[in-house]
């Protein structure tokens, strides 16, 4: 039985309200966010057979615990009946924040292997939303998961987000992340077979220069599942709804003051440089960097 999803930033309750919670007409069909979580989970575990409340369980746990942050389509829309019949580009947001043990003590440390975890789990996630909305036989789809909220992990870490340190941090977790998804991707490709229309070492140009172990070279090489992984994005919405996060990669939340560091808008956007650069090596698409009023991307439900 997964923890009742704590709320701890107003702004959170206010978009989940607005923007995610299932309402027909004046009926209200999420009572609570415990209750969205469990709408999307089950839609997506649906097709999981005899595994569906396994699966069903694990999302609703990373949900609840703000781990893992789904696609905003399926927040809206998975489990109402109202699926989009198409899901290009399907997203995953990590909330890094969420992985950091004893945080702002001197034995913080960021969990690794709570991470990794997750970050496959992301994989299947997506794998089962798309097959949600286009069909066993969709075509391979270029996934999206990213992160959110380093700025608050790197915090809770006791590490100067302007430091060295924060960036050697940000590459680990860079790595963690490629090679969880990569597994799990592996993993997924035995078990349900190739992506429509998949080509064969799509994946495996986005690791010519990574270390890659030998026993993943072949499968790699081989695999037609996916034409991507990762992908870090801004997600202010994601973000907001997640206890009001850092905005991926940025010191900034999307409300409440655009700077939570009190750097200048030039040491900020210099700094989050740093850490983008520190990750890109790991990341398969640009890792994009949130420049200005963040809160200007939010959608129009979420201001």
Do not use: K
């Not at 947001?93 to 945080?103: E, H, R, T």
């Not at 799990?184 to 035995?190: H, I, R, T, V």
Request: hydrophobic residues 50%; aromatic residues 6%; contains cysteine.
């Amino acid at each position: 039985m997964s923890t009742p999803t704590r709320f701890t930033d107003p702004h959170a309750v206010d978009v989940w309200d607005a923007s995610f919670r299932w309402r027909s007409g004046d009926l209200l069909r999420d009572r609570t966010i415990d209750a969205t979580w469990q709408r999307v989970a089950g839609a997506l575990a649906a097709g999981a057979g005899a595994h569906a409340d396994r699966w069903r369980q694990r999302y609703i746990e990373v949900f609840s615990r703000w781990q893992l942050l789904p696609d905003e389509r399926l927040l809206r829309h998975a489990g109402t009946g109202r699926a989009p019949t198409a899901l290009p580009e399907p997203q995953a947001c990590l909330n890094l924040g969420a992985f950091v043990l004893a945080p702002h003590s001197a034995a913080a440390r960021f969990d690794h292997a709570g991470f990794a975890g997750v970050a496959g789990l992301s994989v299947r996630l997506l794998d089962d939303a798309v097959r949600l909305c286009e069909g066993e036989r969709a075509a391979a789809p270029a996934l999206s998961i990213g992160v959110m909220g380093l700025a608050d992990a790197l915090a809770a870490l006791g590490l100067d987000y302007r430091g060295r340190e924060a960036q050697l941090a940000a590459a680990a977790i860079a790595r963690t992340l490629a090679f969880a998804a990569l597994e799990s991707a592996l993993e997924l490709g035995q078990e349900r077979g190739p992506g429509a229309n998949g080509v064969a070492g799509a994946l495996a140009a986005y690791w010519r220069d990574r270390a890659l172990p030998r026993e993943l070279a072949g499968p790699l090489l081989q695999h037609r599942r996916y034409r991507r992984l990762t992908r870090i994005s801004a997600q202010p919405c994601l973000a907001l709804l997640a206890n009001n996060a850092s905005i991926g990669l940025a010191a900034q939340r999307a409300r409440a003051g655009r700077n939570r560091l009190a750097l200048s808008a030039d040491a900020a956007l210099a700094a989050q440089g740093a850490l983008a650069a520190a990750m890109q090596p790991w990341i398969d698409a640009p890792v994009e960097i949130a420049r200005g009023d963040c809160e200007d991307r939010l959608c129009s439900h979420c201001l």
